[in-house]
């Protein structure tokens, strides 16, 4: 078990903060040298002015909490945003190529097309001038706005230029906008602290998300960015603003049920791959059963498996169809193609934004969705190969066809359908009239460097912009 | 165009081509990987090696057992070509190679280890530490096929056709 140094490592890539409110913001970098002060600053709280050192804002890492901070604050710097802060060349060419090339150009790759193409995207995301983004979760309201002002305190005089400000907020019961329960499944990291839910999955390699360590392949550690002060420690994240179609959502259930018979809640539960109060498919196929505790509705596997020896045989997915957005997004032990079930895994953090949907008033106009932030080592092995791979194809696994997830798959072309195989039944039933339920309304690709790293650019010579 | 799909798959240029144009993309992909052996001896070495593999019974055949477990390779043989100074491996695969290209080579790469000892400009080895060359010396190896490349049941997979055939 790697010995990881908690106190270089940001907070949000090892702990589940669960804190109810997150303020995004993105900011250009106007003048280099004041920038990577403040960038240097957040590392110690030293940002503020003298005297007033104990209000300035901090950077969390995975140190361990006595108690529960008031709030979190982390980093995310573009590939951009690194060329501005007047990194060497040698560096910035040492990052990888999907991070170099960023969200937008990557954006067929993960099937931001049509509606979620970045020409559609809100400002500033499809911009070479996004260079960093804040991510501040708070506990309270008041917290967040003295936060907040603290920090543009620290910025606001030359150093950087507001981009824009995204809030999110969570919703009763830990829901995301379709009803689902969220934030069950979550890779246990070697070395890592304790999960929030228990997971039953072998434990992940340090090196599967955090730069320098080996990694989940055989003798294969990812290229760490040079200078090491830079890079160790560090990791990536795809950071995504997704938009949900709520009414569209339940219309489907509503007209799927009408076809087929079934009851809305269970298509939901086929969809998902869970009922909406989270308990799986796999452990509960006909009803939502509320008897079974938080804590162990993410115990289980698709199939026997070293993990979960006893698991139920459900190897054709007449429980959990092989299909549903679970499976697709986190197979465990299911046969894949690649043999690499265990092997694509990802931190999600986020939190909903818009206020919740309410059925009386299906067409309020008001946007709602998710800003979700999908962590690991490598943004091409992880992120984007679930996107490409088993959300938006068919071929990871038998029987899917040409289908796509359920609920982010990129269902606008018209005849997207999912396949919901029933037991004594030679085909599946053929559920139809599915759409792009979750539009991308932004995206940047982050790196997420450690305390040294921030340290280290806050030291760089100072060269100007170009 | 390559046959060898690295990281091509491209979406279409617009939404409502998906259906269409995914319908009439084969699922599989030809390889022919035609590798130069660096001399006479590096062959009759590597002769001797690859016969014991492949005499070793299935379950002991490092290729089987690697194939067996990755579930993408539909057929593959190796085939001593021009005078013995070249080999070729011919697969049918699934998918686009560079998405699994690490799980191949976490499953298969000591094979290609022994393999690329007796190769003329082999990549560095292990393969398993370096990805990248492994990766770019098979695309550079590769001559894929005149296209078309004909397949009998263009839609199906292998884990698709296994499905199929275990079905009751």
């Keep these: 078990m790697p010995d990881l140094p908690y106190e270089d490592i940001q907070g949000f890539i090892l702990r589940t903060y669960a804190m109810p409110i997150l303020r995004v913001i993105a900011l250009k970098i106007e003048q280099a040298e004041p920038a990577r002060q403040v960038l240097g600053g957040l590392v110690d709280g030293s940002n503020g002015s003298a005297g007033t050192a104990d209000v300035a804002p901090k950077l969390a890492t995975a140190t361990d909490w006595t108690v529960k901070p008031q709030y979190c604050l982390n980093v995310g710097l573009t590939y951009a945003g690194l060329a501005a802060l007047g990194l060497p060349a040698c560096s910035l060419a040492s990052f990888p190529e999907e991070f170099v090339a960023g969200a937008v ?336 309304r932004g995206a940047a690709y982050c790196f997420l460097p450690s305390a040294t790293a921030l340290r280290y650019i806050s030291a760089l010579p100072d060269v100007p912009l170009s | 165009m390559a046959l060898f799909h690295f990281g091509i798959d491209k979406a279409p240029p617009s939404d409502t081509s998906t259906s269409i144009s995914e319908a009439s993309k084969a699922v599989q992909s030809p390889l022919t990987l035609v590798m130069t052996l660096r001399s006479p001896e590096d062959f009759q070495v590597l002769h001797k090696r690859i016969k014991e593999i492949q005499s070793a019974p299935p379950e002991r055949n490092p290729i089987w057992v690697a194939l067996d477990k990755l579930k993408i390779v539909h057929f593959a043989r190796f085939v001593f070509l021009e005078n013995n100074t070249k080999l070729a491996i011919i697969t049918t695969y699934d998918g686009s190679f560079d998405d699994y290209l690490n799980e191949f080579i976490d499953e298969i790469g000591d094979v290609f280890n022994v393999l690329l000892q007796h190769m003329k400009d082999a990549p560095p080895l292990p393969v398993q530490r370096n990805r990248g060359a492994f990766r770019d010396y098979i695309k550079a190896n590769d001559l894929g096929g005149i296209a078309p490349f004909y397949s009998a049941y263009p839609q199906a997979t292998v884990l698709d056709i296994q499905a199929a055939l275990s079905q009751t």
């Design chain 1, 105 to 440: 150009a990557r954006a067929e790759r993960v099937g931001d097309t049509g509606e979620s193409s970045p020409e559609h995207w809100k400002d500033p995301f499809a911009s070479p001038d996004l260079h960093i983004l804040l991510f501040l979760f708070a506990q309270t309201e008041d917290v967040l706005a003295q936060v907040t002002a603290q920090l543009r305190a620290t910025y606001s005089h030359g150093a950087m230029s507001e981009l824009s400000v995204h809030e999110a907020r969570s919703l009763p019961e830990s829901k995301a906008h379709f009803g689902y329960r969220d934030g069950f499944a979550q890779p246990s990291i070697d070395g890592g602290l304790p999960s929030a839910m228990p997971d039953v999955l072998p434990k992940a390699p340090a090196g599967e998300f955090l730069l320098g360590y080996p990694s989940q392949y055989a003798d294969f550690t990812y290229p760490v960015p040079v200078p090491a002060a830079l890079g160790q420690n560090g990791s990536f994240a795809a950071f995504r603003i997704l938009a949900q179609d709520c009414h569209g959502f339940e219309q489907f259930l509503a007209d799927a049920a009408r076809q087929t018979g079934l009851d809305p809640e269970l298509i939901a539960a086929k969809l998902c791959g869970r009922w909406r109060n989270g308990v799986p498919l796999s452990l509960s196929p006909h009803s939502a059963d509320e008897q079974i505790p938080m804590e162990q509705r993410n115990s289980f596997d698709y199939v026997p498996s070293g993990s979960v020896p006893d698991a139920f045989d459900d190897a054709r997915g007449y429980r959990c169809p092989l299909g549903s957005h679970i499976r697709r997004m986190n197979p465990r032990s299911s046969v894949v193609a690649g043999n690499g079930g265990l092997k694509h895994r990802i931190i999600r953090r986020g939190l909903p934004y818009g206020p919740a949907y309410d059925p009386a008033n299906p067409d309020d106009g008001i946007e709602r969705g998710l800003l979700g932030l999908f962590i690991g080592v490598s943004l091409k092995d992880q992120f984007e190969f679930l996107m490409s791979d088993w959300s938006n194809k068919g071929s990871f696994a038998p029987g899917l066809r040409n289908t796509k997830d359920p609920v982010i798959g990129n269902n606008s072309a018209s005849g997207a359908t999912f396949l919901v195989p029933m037991e004594n039944q030679k085909h599946p039933v053929e559920l139809t009239g599915l759409s792009r339920f979750v539009t991308c």
